[in-house]
């Protein structure tokens, strides 16, 4: 496993070409910086990665090209092996004697690794058939003579996996399923705990592997419970005040903006928290918005679980769904608040129009003095609209594989048109409405906040 005792547990992924050899080291690396494509030869030399936590490397693996002449390579061992006990010796005389050769390039590419002390991860694809050309394979990685290990992948619709593994029984220590692109957390685990469990060399490093990224994986759920909380927070208790007359870029579309530019931020804090450095969210055309939609959109709201009766109860006047428009006539001015809530308020500018006039509220929009105010934000839905989303994007990111290249998409299918936290229970939805309420009123206690965080980090572990 290790040439020294200060050197990281190593696992050479080794197979055929195309059978998903870099979209298991992807996800168990959390690297989506790795080459993944279906032509052949994507991976041409043998490189390391390392699965990293607390700020260090805890377990290095090298991806491999795939096996090119199986059948050629083992013949050769063959007749330069006296006997079982010199097949390791076998291996080490086939990487010399090529060594300047142009032949066998990434076989000795594939064992320059395991021969340095890696142990081995064999990786089928259980798409396609098993066929006995494979066993020239298994038979070459037993002649290395380290602890060798099979991974049963999927690329495919088609499932041969059951007569793959009574064929990987033969020849390894031990045969786990595992499909690189719906890999979680879990997942990943249980493999470093099956090669915990079979390899004596790096049992100890393993398991403080394990340890270490499982005290990682709480600490990513704290820091994204705050992230989301703290978004609520400045959200939902949102307020601008400019001094009358109002600029040209008004304080409506200031307040969206603030609106959209902050659910960003803690978007692209989410993803980087969970090492998705590249991924890329684009519209989807389907039942939910995505979320780089207008925030205030009525087909947003609609979509994402809330009646039109619910959203219009906060409102006053037809197509009273996201906001207010004030037209301030008397004093010459459009605020431009039809982009915040769809409806026409006639008779604001009365509100506006004496310089002393003492604060008023107007279905969230207060008028004091020469100042005008926007926010908090008044409907009710709002609060669990902005965590529904967030709540939608956590599950997006947090739960993707690193081997996963397509972008995300949020959405849900037809007949699933409803929020998230329409299935929170009771007590739950009283805890959350509190601190919402408390966040509008802009006095929310110590108390209320760290409930509010608290009860965001519960939704997020389940």
């Known amino acids: 496993m290790t040439t020294a005792s200060n050197a990281l547990p190593t696992f050479a992924v080794v197979g055929r070409v195309n059978e998903g050899k870099s979209s298991i080291v992807a996800s168990l690396t959390e690297d989506d910086a790795i080459a993944i494509g279906p032509e052949p030869g994507t991976t041409s030399v043998a490189t390391a990665y390392d699965i990293t936590a607390e700020g260090r490397a805890l377990v290095r693996i090298v991806d491999t090209p795939g096996f090119q002449e199986p059948e050629a390579v083992l013949a050769w061992l063959e007749s330069n092996s006296k006997s079982a006990a010199d097949r390791a010796d076998a ?68 499932d041969h996996s059951e007569e ?73 208790g949102l307020t601008l005040t400019e001094p009358l007359p109002a600029d040209r870029t008004t304080l409506a579309e200031r307040f969206q903006n603030d609106l959209v530019r902050t659910e960003s931020d803690a978007r692209r804090h989410i993803e980087h928290l969970y090492r998705h450095a590249r991924v890329e969210r684009v519209e989807a055309p389907l039942a939910r918005p995505v979320f780089d939609r207008d925030l205030f959109a009525e087909e947003t709201w609609t979509l994402l679980g809330q009646t039109r009766t619910r959203l219009i109860a906060a409102s006053t006047g037809a197509g009273a769904v996201a906001g207010l428009a004030v037209d301030a006539a008397t004093v010459g001015h459009s605020f431009g608040l039809g982009a915040l809530v769809g409806g026409v308020l006639g008779a604001a500018g009365a509100l506006l129009a004496t310089k002393d006039k003492p604060e008023s509220t107007v279905f969230g929009i207060r008028l004091s003095g020469r100042d005008l105010v926007v926010g908090p934000h008044r409907d009710p839905n709002f609060a669990w609209i902005l965590l529904d989303r967030a709540l939608l994007h956590f599950a997006s990111i947090a739960h993707r594989s690193h081997a996963v290249r397509e972008a995300v998409r949020l959405t849900q299918e037809d007949g699933e048109k409803r929020g998230l936290v329409k299935d929170l229970d009771a007590s739950t939805t009283r805890q959350l409405e509190g601190a919402f309420r408390a966040i509008r009123k802009g006095s929310p206690s110590p108390e209320e906040l760290a409930t509010l965080r608290r009860t965001v980090r519960g939704l997020l572990a389940t």
């Open 91 to 158: 291996v080490r005389s086939f990487l010399r004697a090529h060594e300047n050769s142009d032949r066998f390039t990434d076989e000795r590419r594939l064992l320059a690794p395991v021969v340095a002390g890696a142990s081995v991860l064999y990786v089928v694809d259980a798409s396609h058939p098993y066929r006995p050309g494979y066993e020239q394979e298994m038979k070459i990685l037993r002649w290395t003579g380290q602890p060798c290990f099979a991974l049963v992948n999927r690329t495919g619709r088609a």
């Open 164 to 236: 793959w593994t009574a064929a990987l029984k033969q020849y390894f220590n031990a045969v786990r399923p595992y499909d690189a692109h719906k890999s979680r957390f879990a997942d990943r685990v249980g493999i470093l705990r099956m090669l915990a469990e079979l390899d004596d060399q790096a049992r100890t490093e393993l398991l403080e592997a394990i340890a270490a990224l499982t005290r990682e994986q709480e600490r990513r759920l704290d820091e994204a419970a705050k992230v989301i909380a703290g978004m609520l927070e400045r959200l939902v």
